[in-house]
């Protein structure tokens, strides 16, 4: 178990000093020496856990990514059991806790295919709530349209919020991005309610 957590410090040890090196100076600016310098850790220990740079920089962001997926399907389960808390707070919240992973996620830099990644899952849990929720009929715009507006919506708020220091907390931009998106999304699809996503 202590070895375990020895793992785990390196490891963030390793994303932070990328995270920190990445927002300073740019991803293809940066060597493995600078970020093992930066962590205080020698060049071996890098390897030891990741192939490259690249491995470890895909290895951070997927972890976020991973994590962010299980909390809003948590989160949509118990919207469909009665329990409504916006699944668009929970985004900022984690955003905000990750601040520096989530600039560099939404910056793509070195990572534009797991900036594709969560806008398709951010698109595909929206589609299945919509479709979930869609009275009889074919609704004006098809949902793969609205899901997708939807979720670069969703992206393009993180980054503007992060990139401006979150001036806002993240219960306001949860408001903020539902009052904006809300009653355009409903009266376009034709729903009464989505559950979790008022």
């Keep these: 178990m202590a070895e375990d957590r020895r793992v785990q410090r390196t490891r963030k040890l390793l994303r932070e000093a990328l995270m920190e090196l990445v927002l300073e100076k740019g991803y293809d600016a940066i060597t493995v020496q600078d970020i093992t310098d930066r962590a205080n850790l020698g060049r071996a220990t890098l390897y030891l856990h990741y192939r490259d740079k690249e491995d ?4 951070s962001l997927e972890e976020i990514i991973d994590e962010l997926t299980e909390l809003v399907e948590a989160r949509i389960k118990q919207a469909a059991n009665g329990e409504s808390q916006s699944p668009y707070l929970l985004a900022f919240t984690h955003a905000a806790e990750n601040a520096d992973l989530y600039r560099v996620l939404l910056s793509g830099q070195g990572a534009t295919n797991l900036q594709a990644r969560l ?3 951010i698109a595909g849990t929206v589609r299945l709530v919509i479709e979930a929720n869609l009275p009889k009929g074919k609704p004006d715009i ?3 349209v609205a899901s ?6 969703l992206l393009m708020h993180l980054e503007w919020w992060l990139r401006k220091e979150m ?14 998106s809300g009653s355009g999304m409903r009266d376009a699809l034709g729903l009464q309610a989505v559950p979790g996503f008022e």
């Design 148 to 153: 997708n507006y939807l979720a670069g919506a």
């Design 167 to 180: 001036p806002y907390s993240a219960e306001e931009m949860s408001d903020f991005f539902t009052r904006l």
């Design 56 to 59: 470890l920089l895909y290895n």
């Design 119 to 121: 806008r398709d899952y």
């Design 142 to 144: 098809p949902v793969d």
